[in-house]
Nanobody
């Protein structure tokens, strides 16, 4: 089992930045593809960014390309999402997710992820 805990969310003005962290425990995530998703009330969870187990491959939702950066530190069992130039439409609960052990490739599909965190709220004011 893998437990994921997100942190770093909060309230920020448009154009500002936040850095989300996802700390994993219970098992190493070094061989696991990781992702960030977000969700707003009444809408389905949507893909934001993903990173392969080595960090060599990343993949982003079109609307966040050039603004968000996903990274990982396998020694710390942690994944990050640096969010710059935030916009009001980025407001959502952000979730960290981990694929099953050995599934190291990137994926934008929620069903490909086995473990999920509880989420952290990001609110961007205009």
């Amino acid at each position: 089992q893998v437990q994921l805990v997100e942190s770093g969310g909060g309230l920020v003005q448009a154009g500002g930045s936040l850095r989300l962290s996802c700390a994993a425990s219970g098992r190493t995530i070094s061989s696991t593809g990781m992702g960030w998703f977000r969700q707003t009330p009444g809408k389905e969870r949507e893909f934001v960014a993903a990173i392969s187990w080595t960090g060599a491959s990343t993949y982003y939702k079109d609307s966040v390309k050039g603004r968000f950066t996903i990274s990982r530190d396998n020694a710390k069992n942690t994944v990050y999402l640096q969010m710059n130039n935030l916009k009001p439409e980025d407001t959502a609960v952000y979730f960290c997710a981990a694929r099953a052990t050995g599934r190291g490739a990137v994926s934008d599909t929620p069903n490909d992820y086995r473990y999920w965190g509880q989420g952290t709220q990001v609110t961007v004011s205009s």
